[in-house]
């Protein structure tokens, strides 16, 4: 029997059906994976920070979570997404637990052997057709765990989680303004309008943060370090200082040891000479 021969289209660029895939000898797939495209053909402008902004930061306060809790985990933005048979999807920000984060050209379910964890989409003025009911239906039939979707400038946010054994999406109801996230084991909100993960009451930071939280660190460790040099140095001029003021009672001390000598030698002196005179001294008050 042949082995099957797979050829993607470049209009509708999509991995080969699991079957097809399961058929093919290694070599075929990766020559399959090096033809399945690795950028999104754009077909609308891009959104601004508006869309950009909140993106990087989840992917950025993710990133730092996992990573300072030592578990594997490949986040990806805008990656492209190719389970088998489906047309092909790239979410603004996909996240799949105890994998390799190494860096990918695209997530090909069939090769990874693992679909998507979890899923997220930033709305700002794009479809929202395609982003609260298409994806809600395909997202669903494809297995993946849980999707949400941020609209920055409507301050809200939507989050679905796939029941088990279920093929269709249950709404995730937020609790105090809190949307959880069990696949994460974090929570979604938004803080001052702007989305960010949670643990327990904490906000996750994200990179600019943890830069300025070091950077006012490093600069009260470098005004200690200031201000304890300063004192050091102080204290040395107190010592320099007691010192010298023990120098100069030394010196007066020996000053007045001399004088006291000199008076003495006066004084035996003149007790020499009186008593040369006939007079004794001891006798004169």
Same mark, same amino acid.
């Given at each position: 029997m042949s082995?099957?021969?797979?050829v993607v289209d470049?209009?509708?660029?999509?991995?080969p059906?699991?079957?097809?895939?399961?058929?093919?000898s290694e070599?075929?797939r990766?020559r399959v994976?090096?033809?399945?495209?690795?950028?999104?053909?754009?077909t609308?402008?891009?959104?601004?920070?508006?869309?950009?902004r909140p993106?990087?930061?989840?992917r950025?306060?993710?990133?730092?979570?996992?990573?300072?809790?030592g578990?594997?985990?490949?986040?990806?933005?805008?990656?492209?997404v190719?389970?088998?048979g489906?047309?092909?999807?790239?979410p603004?920000l996909?996240a799949?637990?105890d994998v390799?984060?190494?860096?990918r050209l695209?997530?090909?379910v069939?090769?990874?052997?693992r679909?998507?964890?979890?899923a997220?989409?930033?709305?700002?003025?794009?479809?929202?057709?395609?982003?609260?009911?298409?994806?809600?239906e395909?997202?669903?039939?494809?297995?993946?765990?849980?999707y949400?979707?941020?609209?920055?400038?409507r301050?809200?946010?939507?989050g679905?989680?796939l029941?088990?054994?279920?093929?269709t999406y249950?709404p995730?109801?937020?609790?105090g303004?809190?949307?959880?996230?069990?696949?994460?084991d974090?929570?979604?909100?938004?803080?001052e309008?702007?989305?960010?993960?949670?643990?327990?009451?904490?906000p996750?930071?994200?990179?600019?943060?943890?830069?300025?939280?070091?950077?006012?660190?490093?600069?009260?460790?470098?005004? &200690? /370090?200031e201000? !304890?040099? $300063? +004192?050091a140095?102080d204290?040395?001029q *107190? %010592?320099?200082?007691? @010192?010298?003021?023990? #120098?100069?009672?030394a010196? &007066? /001390?020996r000053? !007045?040891a $001399? +004088?006291?000598?000199?008076?003495?030698? *006066? %004084?035996?002196?003149? @007790?020499?000479?009186? #008593?040369e005179?006939?007079?004794?001294?001891?006798?004169?008050?």
């Open positions: 082995e099957p021969v797979y470049p209009d509708d660029p999509r991995a059906p699991q079957h097809v895939w399961d058929a093919m070599e075929a990766r994976l090096a033809s399945l495209p690795s950028e999104i053909p754009r609308l402008p891009p959104e601004g920070d508006a869309h950009s993106k990087w930061r989840a950025e306060a993710l990133d730092d979570w996992f990573r300072r809790r578990r594997s985990v490949y986040l990806g933005s805008e990656l492209p190719y389970y088998p489906e047309r092909m999807f790239a603004d996909i799949v637990l390799s984060g190494h860096e695209s997530w090909v069939s090769d990874e052997k679909g998507l964890d979890f997220l989409e930033i709305l700002v003025s794009g479809d929202r057709k395609k982003d609260l009911e298409e994806n809600v395909r997202l669903a039939r494809l297995g993946v765990p849980e949400f979707v941020h609209e920055p400038l301050r809200r946010i939507t679905f989680r029941p088990q054994g279920a093929r249950a995730i109801l937020p609790q303004g809190r949307w959880t996230s069990t696949v994460l974090l929570q979604l909100g938004l803080d309008g702007r989305l960010r993960f949670f643990a327990g009451a904490a996750l930071p994200h990179a600019r943060e943890l830069i300025d939280r070091l950077s006012s660190m490093v600069d009260e460790a470098v005004e &200690r /370090a201000e !304890e040099a $300063q +004192r140095q204290e040395a *107190r %010592a320099q200082d007691e @010192a010298q003021r023990a #120098r100069d009672e010196q &007066r /001390a000053d !007045e $001399q +004088r006291a000598d000199r008076a003495t030698t *006066r %004084a035996e002196r003149l @007790a020499a000479k009186l #008593r005179l006939g007079v004794d001294p001891d006798a004169i008050e």
